[in-house]
């Protein structure tokens, strides 16, 4: 069984960067990706990047060239926010796919088996 921590978010301005770090533990063997969602009240949860075999990254276009996704050997996965916009303000999920079933590019939250409990981000002057 994965375990998943996030690290808490905060309260920023636009512009400002933040990053984000999630804990993993249990069975990291079983590890075949980690991703990072979001989420907003009313809408569903929605992939932001996701790393495989360390440097494979896929990022969602809204935040492509200002999130960058990495991860230290499957025991962290990290989620570096810069220019962050008010409309980046959502919940904040980590996530372990094991398989290559799990691990698409189109980052279907549906598929992924193990989660963090999340954590706020708030983007706002």
């Known amino acids: 069984q994965v375990q998943l921590m996030e690290s808490a978010g905060g309260s920023v301005q636009p512009g400002d960067s933040l990053k984000l770090s999630c804990e993993v533990s249990g069975g990291i063997a079983s590890v075949y990706c980690l991703a990072w969602f979001r989420q907003v009240p009313g809408k569903e949860r929605e992939g932001v990047a996701r790393?495989?075999?360390?440097?494979?990254v896929k990022y969602a276009a809204a935040v492509d060239g200002r999130f960058y996704i990495s991860d230290d050997y499957d025991k962290r996965v990290y989620l570096q926010m810069n220019s962050l916009k008010p409309e980046d303000t959502a919940v904040y999920y980590c996530?372990?796919?094991?398989?290559?079933?799990?691990?698409?590019?189109?980052?279907?939250?549906?598929?992924?088996?193990?989660w963090g409990q999340g954590t706020q981000v708030t983007v706002s002057s």
């Open positions: 790393i495989r075999e360390h440097s494979l």
């Open positions: 996530a372990a796919g094991v398989d290559r079933r799990t691990c698409t590019e189109e980052m279907d939250a549906h598929l992924y088996p193990f």
